[in-house]
């Protein structure tokens, strides 16, 4: 039964993002977009993950073009806007496909284990994976980083 170890996506500055090297840790990955209405959402993330990071959570953001082309620039461009408009500190990934038939093997995954809800329908859309790598919960677009009920479900994964 593969986990979510199995699984690396390739860094934004370049370079292999193994989701091993997270292991025993647990994860918020989101997929993310610069000019979405819920981009400010970025945020809330860096919040998230500057409260609990100490604590061992990591948040993921996966850039992803998909949604009314509300990604388009080079990775570079993402890297600078995330650093310089919401002093972004989490791990970000390189541009990626979130569903369809192109969509990353993470995404592939995590819609096999928790069905149609752990398919992003827009940007911002997250989904908890436990210590041990298994799916906890998917979380919709709109569910705010600091929703009680995204910061209950991160407290009880630490």
Same mark, same amino acid.
């Given at each position: 039964?593969? *986990?979510?170890? *199995?699984?690396?996506?390739?860094? &934004?500055?370049?370079?292999?993002?193994?989701? @091993? @090297?997270?292991?025993?840790?647990?994860?918020?990955?989101?997929? +993310?977009?610069?000019?979405?209405? $819920?981009? =400010?959402?970025?945020?809330? $993330?860096?919040?998230?993950?500057? *409260?609990?990071?100490?604590?061992?959570?990591?948040?993921?953001?996966?850039?992803?073009?998909?949604?009314?082309? #509300?990604? =388009?620039?080079?990775?570079?461009? &993402? #890297?600078?806007?995330?650093?310089? +408009?919401?002093?972004?500190?989490? =791990?970000? +990934?390189?541009?990626?496909?979130?569903?369809?038939?192109?969509?990353?093997?993470?995404?592939?995954?995590?819609?096999?284990?928790?069905?149609?809800?752990?398919?992003?329908?827009?940007?911002?859309? %997250?989904?908890?994976?436990? %210590?041990?790598?298994? $799916? &906890?919960?998917?979380?919709? @677009?709109? +569910?705010?980083? $600091?929703? =009680?009920?995204?910061?209950?479900?991160?407290?009880?994964?630490?």
């Amino acid at each position: 039964m593969p *986990d979510a170890y *199995d699984y690396g996506f390739d860094a &934004i500055a370049g370079g292999p993002l193994p989701l @091993s @090297s997270f292991k025993g840790k647990p994860m918020l990955v989101v997929n +993310t977009a610069s000019k979405c209405g $819920l981009t =400010p959402q970025y945020e809330g $993330l860096e919040k998230l993950y500057r *409260d609990y990071r100490d604590q061992g959570l990591v948040v993921l953001g996966v850039p992803c073009n998909q949604f009314a082309g #509300q990604e =388009p620039g080079t990775e570079a461009e &993402i #890297q600078d806007f995330c650093a310089l +408009t919401y002093d972004v500190d989490f =791990p970000i +990934t390189a541009k990626v496909e979130v569903k369809g038939e192109g969509a990353h093997p993470f995404y592939k995954w995590a819609e096999a284990g928790l069905g149609e809800g752990a398919v992003p329908a827009w940007n911002f859309h %997250k989904i908890l994976v436990g %210590k041990d790598g298994q $799916l &906890i919960r998917a979380f919709g @677009s709109r +569910t705010d980083p $600091l929703d =009680p009920d995204v910061v209950a479900a991160v407290k009880q994964a630490l």
